[in-house]
């Protein structure tokens, strides 16, 4: 231990204040093997000091040996998995895909800088390490030497511009616009050397890596002179590469033979397209199927106490938001929406809609997975006193319509909701949609997302809370639908997103968990888990939240 | 003769035309129809999230945002050459999505029929001959509850008894691309039940009806008293007259099992063209929708074509034009 404290001495001498930094929150106790792993990983701090501080040689191998089930990576290689998954509802391009049967073929062959794991700690891939400059506006990543994509080109720091500059010029519609807007703009990416690219962002940004990470899952690196027509050769840089691929049907995988890093163990890989949950259950049952990529506990809770079959359980940041128009008389006071807040028992929704699956919500988009999130902040939890005076000294009860769409379990949340306002006297009649109608045209005034008095609407993973906290709720957030404004918020969101330590993120999201508390413009009352499902005698699946799959060390038996 | 061929030719013709007229009526409702659906091509790709800009960029990009009627006329006139365009969507062209996705359903609606056909009319001549007895009482009664029985609970049945538990089937329809007609077979009976059991009771019933009806009339009276034994008075005679509603059922029943299988398609992962027709809707996908809807509508003008011809075939009174 003594000569380990040596070695780290010595390391620390050599690292910068930053790195040194998240070396004293690890020492005072601060930070967790697991969080000093997250955030080391996201400043890029040097692989020695990381494993120096763990007393380990190779940091990484501890989450990666952590993710996986049952004989610990050991399996025999040469297994065919099959696999279900969702019907991709478009031709598979990196550029536009925003769905989740795509986006899961996508990592099938395709790779990132960085790699974000189920413990949302990043980890080198295309890229070795990265480093920010003092405030955060610029980030250089080094980039691993010879990487071969399929067709044999070698990856080079020209294919990483391209790749950005595609994703983020406006002209080429890509889905990475609603991530990297406002962060990363086309010609921010610039070619320092072959194997050296620096990102000049628009304004600093402590998260910056996961940008960049599997966590855009538009973000895989092509080759500079990609043309448009991935579907055909599905050419990236991964462990599988493509055997074939039928639109509507399904796809298959081959090992790599030049990969780069550890070969995979599967010989082979075949996803089954299904447009449906319950038929994707029924294959599995029928071990049609090794392994379902995603699954909602609604409709599956047949799955839960099957011997047959193994849930991976992922927490993540997946929520529900109900969102009440600041801006409208009926819930332009504060105390109105505190009281409807209030009504909510969010441990019994934990239980009753997702068996137990999911964490309970404090109404603001920090869930308990995320590092900065400060989990000193009191939890709200169903107090109907409190609520019916509030809402009494607000005005009193009154009738309202609650707007949300058809999908899992949001129907029935609407339906509890509904019934707990009804006893403090908010009468909420319900008008459940269809996705495509509730979202409409996604723009103000023509979309029931946007305009409803009262809405529930579903918002997806997250490997930081960066977006969650922007696009719903700044003044200027295009997917405000409270019409929430509010300067203080907006400027401390500013700063937690320039916010490079994990101390100055924890006190500034504490600062808009209170303030979120207070103004209650959405009520966000749980964070259900990810769940992927596989056969008992397979192991070695990684799910990510985001709903990829590695099968790279995957084997059956 | 000749004249009652003559007559028989223009009463085709006339059909024909009116079937390439239903044709075109059919491709301007969906046209208009598809006016009215919510949302564009490039929001059902990126999500209700994309922004706005990124939407109308794609849009462009795979040539979605030209107006409507501009597009459908190009879309109309390319169709009448031979080629039915480009899926916005998959951003390739349509027609072996079309022909894949027909040929499957064909496939499934073939086996169903080629199952439900005989045990449905043996079904229903053997009641007619027994009508009013137990047997009789015991066909109609199942078929009709089997009728009723909607497919997503039959199919969910079937796979949890035959799939599941005693694995004897496979549950999934799709089979690896280059497998055996045998292989495809296997993988194609579990879903064709689902179809069999809603059929089996509606054409039993239509075959029984048309049988006790010929049993009844004076033909067979005739052919009975003049001394023609049983079984050529049920094939020559009663048979014959009992197909005439059969095949008038089976006909109507076309469109129904190629193109409104989706929820057997789903639950079975069966690629027909049923859910291909609704992912194109859904996704705004105009020329995957057009030549879908257009497809069915050909198959089912040429079923009811050749339920026609069958039925004039059959019919003396029916060739001889007007004189029913």
């Known amino acids: 231990m003594i000569r380990m404290s040596g070695l780290v001495g010595q390391l620390r001498r050599g690292a910068t204040p930053l790195e040194n930094h998240f070396a004293d929150e690890f020492v005072a106790g601060r930070l967790d093997r697991r969080g000093l792993l997250r955030q080391g990983a996201r400043i890029g701090m040097g692989l020695p000091l990381l494993g120096a501080l763990l007393g380990t040689l190779d940091p990484f191998a501890m989450p990666t040996a952590r993710a996986q089930l049952g004989n610990q990576g050991g399996g025999k290689p040469g297994a065919t998995i099959r696999v279900a998954c969702l019907m991709p509802s478009d031709a598979i391009d990196p550029v536009t895909v925003a769905n989740a049967g795509g986006l899961v073929l996508l990592a099938q062959t395709g790779e990132f800088l960085a790699a974000d794991g189920e413990d949302l700690v990043l980890r080198p891939a295309l890229a070795t390490s990265w480093t920010p400059n003092a405030d955060g506006s610029i980030w250089t990543f080094a980039l691993r030497p010879g990487v071969k994509f399929h067709n044999g080109h070698v990856l080079n720091a020209d294919d990483v511009v391209a790749t950005m500059d595609r994703l983020t010029d406006p002209k080429n519609g890509s889905n990475a616009l609603s991530v990297l807007r406002g962060v990363l703009s086309v010609g921010g990416t610039k070619k320092l050397d072959d194997l050296t690219v620096a990102f000049h962002l628009d304004a600093p940004n402590g998260n910056f890596p996961y940008y960049v990470s599997s966590d855009n899952y538009n973000a895989i690196i092509l080759p500079a002179d990609y043309a448009g027509d991935f579907e055909k050769n599905f050419n990236g840089t991964g462990p599988f590469k493509l055997d074939s691929y039928t639109p509507k049907v399904g796809a298959s995988f081959v090992r790599n033979p030049d990969y780069w890093g550890q070969r995979a163990l599967p010989d082979r890989t075949e996803f089954s397209f299904f447009a449906d949950q319950q038929p994707q259950i029924l294959a599995l049952q029928g071990k049609q199927v090794d392994v379902v990529v995603q699954l909602a506990v609604h409709g599956a809770q047949g799955l839960l106490n099957d011997p047959d079959v193994k849930l991976i359980k992922l927490h993540g940041a997946s929520h529900r938001q109900v969102h009440m128009r600041t801006d409208m008389p009926k819930f332009a006071d504060k105390r109105v929406r505190q009281a409807i807040a209030l009504t909510l028992d969010r441990p019994a929704l934990v239980t009753g809609l997702f068996r137990g699956l999911a964490d309970v919500g404090n109404d603001s988009p920090f869930a308990p997975i995320y590092p900065s999130t400060d989990k000193s902040v009191p939890q709200r939890a169903k107090d109907l006193a409190r609520a019916r005076e509030l809402l009494a000294a607000a005005g009193g009860g009154f009738a309202a319509t609650l707007t949300t769409e058809r999908l899992q379990e949001i129907p029935d949340y609407a339906v509890l909701l509904k019934n707990a306002c009804a006893e403090i006297g908010v009468k909420l009649s319900l008008k459940v949609e269809d996705q495509s109608a509730y979202y409409g045209n996604a723009k103000f005034g023509t979309s029931d997302w946007l305009d409803a008095e009262i809405g529930i609407t579903d918002y997806g993973h997250r490997g930081v809370p960066n977006v969650m906290l922007s696009a719903p709720l700044l003044s200027t957030g295009s997917w405000n639908s409270s019409h929430f404004r509010n300067a203080a918020f907006d400027r401390l969101v500013g700063q937690y997103v320039a916010a490079i330590d994990l101390q100055t993120q924890r006190g500034i999201a504490k600062d808009i968990d209170t303030l979120l508390l207070d103004e209650t413009p959405v009520i966000i009352a749980y964070f259900f888990n990810y769940i992927t499902a596989v056969s008992a005698d397979v192991t070695g699946v990684r799910p990510t939240a985001i709903a990829q799959v590695d099968l790279q060390n995957a084997a059956i038996g | ?324």
């Open chain 2, 1 to 324: 003769m000749g004249s009652d061929g003559a007559a028989l030719a223009a009463r085709l013709a006339r059909r024909l035309a009116l079937s390439l007229l239903t044709l075109v009526l059919l491709s301007v409702v969906v046209f208009a129809g598809g006016q009215l659906l919510p949302g564009n091509v490039g929001r059902a790709i990126l999500g209700p999230l994309a922004d706005p800009a990124a939407v109308a960029a794609l849009n462009h990009r795979i040539g979605a945002d030209q107006p409507a009627l501009a597009t459908y006329l190009r879309w109309i006139a390319h169709f009448a050459a031979g080629d039915m365009g480009e899926s916005y969507v998959f951003r390739s062209p349509v027609a072996p999505f079309i022909g894949r996705a027909i040929l499957n359903s064909l496939k499934l609606a073939g086996l169903a029929f080629v199952i439900v056909v005989p045990l449905s009319m043996a079904a229903g001549i053997y009641a007619a001959l027994h009508a009013r007895r137990w047997a009789d009482q015991v066909i109609s009664l199942a078929g009709l509850s089997l009728t009723v029985v909607p497919e997503f609970v039959s199919s969910i049945l079937l796979i949890l008894v035959l799939g599941v538990w005693l694995r004897w089937l496979p549950i999934s329809a799709a089979t690896r691309p280059g497998s055996s007609a045998l292989d495809q077979l296997q993988h194609l009976i579990l879903p064709a039940m689902p179809l069999v059991i809603v059929l089996f009771g509606y054409i039993a019933r239509m075959t029984r009806a048309g049988t006790v009806e010929a049993l009844e009339s004076d033909y067979v009276r005739t052919a009975v008293l003049k001394g023609l034994p049983w079984r050529v008075v049920i094939l020559r005679h009663v048979l014959r007259n009992a197909l005439l509603p059969t095949i008038t059922v089976i006909a109507a029943q076309s469109s129904y099992m190629i193109g409104g299988l989706v929820v057997v398609e789903t639950l079975f992962r069966y690629q027909g063209i049923g859910s291909l027709i609704l992912t194109a809707a859904r996704g705004k996908d105009f020329p995957m929708l057009e030549a879908g809807i257009l497809a069915v509508g050909a198959i089912v003008v040429v079923a009811t074509l050749a339920a026609d011809i069958l039925a004039t075939v059959l019919d003396p009174r029916l060739r001889s034009g007007g004189s029913r």
